[in-house]
């Protein structure tokens, strides 16, 4: 098996939802795929590396589906990115098929078109929460804006109704639950459930939505499993609010930490702002684990062979900060001259609704740093509410512009 | 400058759109890139090369004349 002396045990403890735990950093230097044993108490290789995090991303000898579905290694009791999914035979063809359907409707392009109509969404959440502030003092963004914004967006381009929210939003969060147990995949059952109810309910009236266009293809096309399609679906509505409703609080939380990193943004919100946010897609850290693959043959890297059928975790989390690739590499730096990141991931998996989180978290640090130039945390970073999710983040994001 | 696309390696992410819009694009109808300008002027290099260094499919190359 391995020289390494022991397996470390997945999650490490780390010091707050900002930072890593040192360890990564040790690993990066003298293990960079080091063999771990996951939440789930499964063999699997932790990947820490840059180098080798970026080039796994874009290798075909790895993949998400497993020949032995059953046999392969779990990574933690959640049930999303818990084990392997799509079928071993097809899965690169049913892959480009997939990203050949949903490219065009989260073009760069279209994303783009829809900034107003968020300016305009987001104006409005900010003109209820200073009402609110005006009589408590303080206000929950999370609830007020870093929820709402993402879920209104996604609800629009899938053709889901946005009074569903409470309902999928709940789901996701149980779904991504690390520590519930079964419960998670209890909650993938109920949200295809409900996702079979709103495809059926739109068949009869298909519209000019994400959702429609799906139906209209799966329905013409044979190879287009119907079960796939609709978990299409769910990860869709999944993954198109929960990843930015985390990095809107893990980006306030990096801005109002150090006062300095608001200021600079205030000073200037629309000139800044880009940088702003790649540098929250850098270091913002959801989660504890990264992404799964599976080897669909033996291969030699750093060191080390990873078997056919072996599960890799590779840690977008630990590479964005690889000091070999980032100067000052910790450090929330939105000038620095590195201007890559793995935050969106690479390779042919890459992020489809990058364009739509950019688009996003540029309208929302804008409109922040323009409209609450004052504004700081009501609470300590340790203080807040850690979610027990895959995904990680905040759970509150209490925030006040009193003068003190 | 020269720049090439591979339509068949591209995954439609648009980070080149971001890089250089003038340059890139992505086609209305499979969201696959389309290049609006094959010999872009001097000037453009550094978003070029920047849009090239981000594609994760590694679907462009820029030959620097």
Same mark, same amino acid.
């Given at each position: ?21 040192? %360890? *990564?950093?040790? $690993?990066? +230097? ?8 996951t939440p789930a108490g499964d063999p699997a290789w932790l ?9 796994? $991303? ?13 046999? /392969? ?20 063809? #049913? ?29 409005? *959440? &900010? ?29 629009? &381009? ?21 520590q519930i147990g079964e419960d998670a995949h209890k909650a ?23 959702? =429609?266009? $799906?139906?209209?293809?799966? /329905? ?5 499993? *119907? ?25 306030? %939380? ?5 006062? =300095? ?12 702002? #880009? ?8 270091? !913002? ?5 990264? %992404?799964? +693959? *599976?080897?669909?043959?033996? @291969? ?9 059928? #072996? ?17 000052? /590499? ?16 690479? !390779? ?9 989180? +950019?688009?996003?978290?540029?309208? @929302?640090?804008?409109? %922040? ?25 905040? =759970? ?9 | ?18 890089? /250089?819009d003038d340059v890139f694009d992505q086609n209305d109808d499979?969201?696959? @890139?389309?290049? &609006? ?29």
């Amino acid at each position: 098996m391995s020289t390494t002396t022991e397996r470390l045990q997945l999650p490490f403890t780390r010091p707050n939802v900002l930072e890593l735990a040192p %360890l *990564y950093e040790v $690993l990066r +230097r003298e293990a960079p795929i080091a063999p771990v044993t996951t939440p789930a108490g499964d063999p699997a290789w932790l990947v820490t590396r840059f180098e080798e995090v970026r080039l796994l $991303l874009g290798d075909k000898r790895f993949g998400r589906s497993h020949p032995e579905p059953e046999k /392969a290694s779990r990574i933690s009791t959640a049930a999303v990115q818990d084990g392997p999914t799509g079928e071993y035979a097809t899965e690169e063809a #049913d892959h480009v098929r997939m990203r050949r359907l949903l490219t065009p409707a989260f073009s760069a392009k279209r994303m783009r078109m829809l900034g107003d109509n968020m300016e305009e969404l987001v104006d409005g *959440y &900010l003109d209820r929460l200073v009402a609110e502030h005006e009589s408590t003092g303080v206000v929950d963004l999370h609830r007020g804006l870093a929820f709402p914004l993402p879920v209104a967006m996604i609800c629009r &381009l899938l053709g889901v109704p946005e009074e569903d929210n409470e309902k999928f939003a709940s789901l996701s969060e149980r779904m991504a639950g690390t520590q519930i147990g079964e419960d998670a995949h209890k909650a993938r059952e109920e949200f295809f459930r409900y996702m079979v109810g709103l495809v059926e309910g739109k068949r009869g009236q298909l519209g000019e939505d994400v959702i =429609s266009d $799906l139906v209209r293809a799966q /329905a013409e096309d044979p190879s287009f499993n *119907y079960e796939e399609m609709v978990r299409l679906c769910v990860g869709l509505l999944f993954a198109g609010h929960e990843t930015t409703v985390n990095r809107i609080g893990l980006g306030v %939380l990096f801005l109002l930490t150090d006062r =300095s990193r608001w200021e600079a943004l205030v000073a200037d919100p629309d000139g800044r702002v #880009d940088a702003v946010v790649e540098e929250v897609m850098r270091l !913002g850290a959801p989660g504890d684990l990264g %992404l799964l +693959r *599976y080897a669909r043959e033996d @291969v030699d890297i750093a060191g080390v062979t990873i078997q056919a059928g #072996d599960a890799v975790v590779l840690s977008i989390n630990a590479a964005n900060r690889d000091v070999e690739v980032y100067s000052e /590499a910790e450090e929330f730096n939105p000038d620095r001259p590195e201007r890559t990141h793995l935050g969106f991931g690479h !390779g042919a998996h890459f992020c489809i609704g990058a364009s739509l989180a +950019r688009t996003e978290l540029r309208v @929302v640090f804008a409109a %922040l740093a323009r409209r609450l130039p004052s504004m700081r945390l009501a609470k300590d970073l340790d203080q807040l509410e850690v979610r027990a999710t895959l995904t990680g983040g905040v =759970s509150e994001l209490p925030v006040t512009w009193r003068s003190a | 400058m020269k720049v090439v696309v591979d339509q068949g390696k591209c995954v439609g992410a648009g980070q080149c759109v971001l890089a /250089a819009d003038d340059v890139f694009d992505q086609n209305d109808d499979d969201g696959l @890139v389309a290049l &609006l300008d094959a010999s872009p002027p001097p000037e453009r290099l550094a978003d070029v090369q920047h849009a090239a260094a981000v594609c994760p499919a590694s679907a462009i190359v820029v030959e620097d004349s």
